[in-house]
């Protein structure tokens, strides 16, 4: 059963959140907030995540997805909203779900900017495992390509008014998203390889690429997270930038097994 | 190096980014990767990626919005200029 409502982040603002409670609780299946990403990546993996959810409330996990302020059914807005607050949501998050599942251990598993954001608060406060899916590891990076992305949108769809990103009155506009104009700055100052150490519980980093061969950045990361994170690499579609579904039944079965092993 | 190499390698790594299930000899020298092949913004981004870690070019913000990424012409054209 899937139990949509709101829960409260730190300033009061509700956050929407969809719990999925199992049938029967497996006491070795612990908790799992998803953490999502944003901007049009959000929409696309919306499905393949709430499926994933699906799964795992199957195999007897308690989980919560939610949307961080500012994005999807949440309140707030994507003008005001910087890093911090999304940090902070996903705190908010893992304390709502410990609540809903009556027991205080959980699991972030996080797809790309929810990745990141589930490493660095399990970095922060620890945690029984974290399951990173595509992380973004160097936000610098991340950026210039979503400026890639937005300039490529512009040419493409040129004359459709269509594809532009603006800024002014304050707030920047990212493809149809408001964002604060500090957000895109929040972001360019993350690097995992530089601010992570090294992991005090079992970690799953997920490399999703057209290759199998670990990237230069997965494995710096990799030895920055030390001996205890594990690397799995899928060679699989970027479900995350596509419009149509894409068949993320690998991905599934290799959460669910992380899971087990942990 | 020769056009024919760099569209060679243009074709092949275009079919491997964007795991498409073609043979890259398949993709026409003057075919629109937008029109044909169903390249979005995402795929174009991908297809410039590739080419900055295949060649190790750099591209600028000032090279897009001149089809220099639309076909496997344009792009050979574009990198051939970038090359030392």
């Given at each position: 059963m899937e139990q949509p409502g709101y829960f409260k982040a730190l300033d009061g603002l509700p956050l929407y959140g969809v719990y999925h409670a199992p049938e029967r609780a497996?006491?070795?299946a612990l908790p799992v907030v998803i953490c999502?990403?944003?901007f049009e990546e959000r929409k696309s993996a919306y499905a393949p995540l709430r499926r994933l959810a699906l799964r795992l409330q199957a195999a007897g996990h308690s989980v919560l997805r939610f949307d961080y302020r500012g994005s999807g059914e949440s309140g707030g807005q994507g003008a005001v909203r910087r890093w911090q607050h999304l940090r902070e949501d996903v705190a908010v998050a893992r304390k709502t779900l410990a609540k809903l599942a009556g027991r205080r251990d959980s699991i972030l598993l996080g797809?790309?900017?929810?990745a990141t954001l589930a490493l660095q608060e399990t970095q922060r406060v620890g945690g029984e495992s974290?399951?990173?899916?595509?992380?973004i590891v160097k936000g610098a990076a991340q950026v210039r390509l979503w400026k890639m992305r937005s300039k490529i949108r512009a040419e493409l769809t040129e004359g459709s008014g269509q594809g532009k990103s603006r800024e002014g009155g304050g707030t920047m506009d990212f493809d149809g998203y408001e964002l604060h104009p500090s957000f895109f700055d929040d972001v360019a100052a993350l690097d995992l390889i530089k601010e992570a150490g090294p992991l005090s519980c079992p970690s799953r980093i997920v490399q999703i690429a057209h290759k199998t061969e670990a990237l230069a950045d997965t494995t710096q990361l990799m030895i920055a997270l030390g001996p205890r994170a594990k690397l799995e690499v899928l060679k699989m579609e970027p479900f995350w930038d596509k419009l149509d579904d894409v068949d993320t039944a690998p991905l599934e079965e290799m959460v669910l097994k992380g899971l087990n092993d942990i | 190096m020769a056009d024919e190499a760099i569209e060679d390698k243009v074709r092949k790594m275009i079919v491997e980014r964007l795991m498409m299930k073609i043979k890259p000899s398949e993709i026409g020298l003057e075919d629109d990767l937008m029109k044909k092949w169903?390249?979005?913004s995402v795929k174009i981004m991908e297809i410039v990626i590739g080419l900055e870690e295949l060649f190790g070019i750099s591209v600028a913000d000032e090279d897009f919005g001149?089809?220099?990424f639309l076909t496997v012409k344009a792009i050979t054209a574009f990198v051939k200029k970038r090359l030392p």
């Open positions: 497996a006491k070795r999502p990403s944003l797809l790309r900017l929810g974290v399951i990173a899916l595509a992380p | 169903d390249a979005d001149k089809g220099n």
